[in-house]
């Protein structure tokens, strides 16, 4: 349920990527070419992106095939496209090409769905990090829907309320190596980050933050499963 959803967009559906991270042989690789055919299958309304897709510049051109065709399909980059992380084997990319793929750095675009206007909003994960980027001066306010795009989670305690309908994250992993513990896991990074998968009710918007597909510094999770995720958007207090 999101409030305020205008019945014209009840049912709307949104398959949410994230975290792809091509580049090195891993088994993300083969997760994130299922999950892709999987998207093309549902033919959904809208496919979004939140960053980290590539770890080395040769994955460019597959990235680029990979997004081909995709339904009003809007993407941000996230930390490791700039090999700003401390994985040692991941590679900068100068500038990336997303083909028939919009990207967002900072911008925002306004798309006409059943009728009405949704607003797409992209945060370039450099300003991000300098703490320069101010995603909320770009929502629109006559919009019908406004979605917000940040490879980080936290971005969403730096918002003002109302600021978005929805906010689309990744970056976590849903942790990639957990170990079982009493309740629940407990994730090996990240320890401090509120955030990590799933959706989450806060002032600002709807949080929804992605497991992601691929993998980073070594090839493989550990109770933590990939996921590609379908939201279907439904009218609610």
Same mark, same amino acid.
């Given at each position: ?47 979004? &992106?939140?960053? /980290?897709?590539? *770890?080395?510049?040769?994955? $460019?051109? #597959?990235?680029? %095939? !990979?997004?081909?065709? +995709? ?49 797409? &909003?992209?945060? /370039?994960?450099? *300003?991000?990090?300098?703490? $320069?980027? #101010?995603?909320? %001066? !770009?929502?629109?306010? +006559? ?95």
């Amino acid at each position: 349920m999101l409030p305020g959803l205008s019945p014209e967009l009840d049912g709307l559906r949104i398959v949410h990527l994230s975290d792809f991270h091509l580049g090195f042989p891993s088994r993300g690789t083969r997760t994130v070419n299922r999950a892709i055919d999987w998207t093309r299958t549902l033919e959904p309304d809208f496919v979004l &992106v939140t960053g /980290d897709l590539l *770890s080395h510049p040769r994955a $460019e051109p #597959r990235l680029r %095939e !990979l997004l081909e065709g +995709l339904p009003c399909c809007f993407a941000v980059l996230g930390n490791h496209d700039f090999a700003r992380s401390r994985d040692p084997f991941s590679r900068p990319v100068e500038s990336v090409d997303l083909g028939s793929a919009t990207l967002l750095a900072d911008q925002s675009q306004t798309v006409e769905c059943r009728g009405t206007a949704v607003q797409v &909003v992209g945060v /370039d994960p450099r *300003s991000y990090a300098a703490r $320069e980027s #101010r995603p909320e %001066e !770009l929502a629109d306010p +006559l919009a019908a829907l406004r979605i917000l795009l940040c490879h980080f989670p936290g971005v969403i305690d730096r918002l003002p309320p109302g600021a978005f309908d929805l906010v689309l994250a990744g970056h976590m992993h849903a942790g990639q190596i957990c170990l079982p513990w009493p309740g629940g896991k407990l994730r090996l990074a990240h320890l401090s980050w509120r955030y990590v998968e799933g959706l989450y009710r806060r002032p600002a918007g709807m949080l929804h933050v992605s497991p992601g597909l691929g993998t980073t510094f070594v090839p493989f999770r550990f109770l933590a499963r990939p996921e590609a995720t379908e939201l279907v958007l439904h009218c609610g207090p």
